[in-house]
């Protein structure tokens, strides 16, 4: 393995010190999130998939959908994998049935950014140009009215039943967090939906609490009264609101997108390298593969398991020799035998002795 080639970049395809507060760095940000979903929504999907009883073999299919990457707070998973998991799910009730299994904090920080605010618009307005925060750019989220409150509603879903499944969850979620924010059982004043109106939607007229339901309409939309919509919250927390919005920017600054076919694989490589055991055996069962498949996978890719395991040890090598570490301290961190066979690895990444490199 060339020694320059190691040198592109972690792992992980992290990208460090992006400052969301000016317009450059929310430019920035924006091209490396767009296209791309909160891991959060994406670990809400999976285990209500679980619950409608979908295949794990089917999951597993899904690119980003591994236990050890819905457990990275941080990542980013394609808009494609989340468009399928809504294909696996897609049913009549599914959308409602997702949105009932998703109380505050299901979303991380999004759910506080709509909740926070001095009243719902207030707090709505000021959420809306984090959506990216849950998901892709392509999914439009709208507010308008002069009075009453109307939120919209855009999927990129281009199948009729999951774009109605994807809006039929998405307005009764906002339903349900406008009723957390304002301690209250609201009822909207309309709620539009653009597919037709299926056999049978009590299901849609016990969420939402109203028959005032349009089917067929130009727009998926959920209106609130002006008087619900600016009424003051309860839970109103100018401070807080504030800190989550610059939580939020920070959020979408460490954004660490699990886009390429070897991200997973790095991730769960790492979390082994840290658990101290980075083995095939272990790597293969946290990505639900067999060692084999685990090792085609790897050579479809153009890569090998030692030359993943050299490129990640050789990256962290740098960095703690860095840091002033020892070679023993290093080797344990690096889960070798011991400090000489540090030294030897070090000369056969580099040509030189690790020393050279403090």
Do not use: C
């Not at 009243?119 to 809306?128: E, K």
């Not at 919209?152 to 774009?163: E, F």
């Not at 939607?201 to 028959?211: A, P, Q, S």
Request: no cysteine; glycine share 8%.
């Amino acid at each position: 393995m060339r020694s320059p080639d190691l040198d592109r970049g972690g792992p992980n395809g992290t990208v460090g010190g992006v400052s969301g507060a000016g317009s450059g760095g929310r430019a920035e940000i924006g091209s490396r999130v767009d296209g791309t979903v909160s891991v959060h929504l994406v670990r809400l999907l999976v285990q209500s998939a679980r619950r409608f009883g979908v295949a794990e073999e089917q999951l597993a299919r899904v690119p980003g959908t591994d236990d050890m990457v819905l457990r990275g707070e941080l990542n980013r998973l394609p808009m494609s994998s989340l468009l399928r998991l809504w294909e696996l799910i897609a049913r009549p009730g599914a959308g409602v049935a997702v949105a009932e299994a998703a109380p505050l904090g299901t979303l991380n920080t999004w759910d506080y950014l709509v909740t926070t605010g001095a009243t719902l618009a207030d707090s709505l307005r000021a959420a809306q140009p984090y959506h990216r925060l849950v998901t892709a750019a392509a999914e439009g989220f709208d507010l308008s009215g002069e009075a009453d409150l109307t939120i919209g509603y855009r999927t990129s879903a281009s199948d009729p039943t999951v774009a109605s499944t994807v809006n039929e969850y998405v307005l009764a979620y906002y339903l349900r967090r406008a009723r957390e924010a304002t301690g209250r059982p609201l009822v909207p004043t309309k709620v539009t939906f653009g597919h037709p109106a299926p056999p049978d939607y009590h299901h849609l007229i016990d969420v939402f609490g109203t028959r005032t339901i349009e089917f067929g309409a130009e727009a998926d939309s959920i209106t609130f009264r002006a008087d619900d919509a600016n009424a003051p919250l309860p839970r109103a927390d100018p401070m807080l609101a504030d800190l989550m919005r610059s939580h939020a920017d920070l959020v979408l600054a460490s954004a660490r997108t699990v886009a390429d076919p070897l991200d997973a694989f790095r991730i769960a490589l790492a979390s082994a390298l840290d658990a101290a055991d980075p083995t095939l055996a272990r790597v293969a069962k946290a990505l639900a593969m067999s060692e084999r498949s685990l090792q085609r996978h790897l050579a479809e890719q153009g890569t090998t398991w030692r030359e993943e395991l050299d490129r990640l040890r050789y990256e962290r090598a740098k960095t703690l020799l860095a840091q002033g570490l020892t070679t023993s301290t290093i080797a344990r961190h690096l889960a070798f035998t011991d400090d000489r066979a540090l030294r030897k690895a070090f000369h056969r990444w580099t040509g030189t002795p690790p020393t050279l490199a403090r």
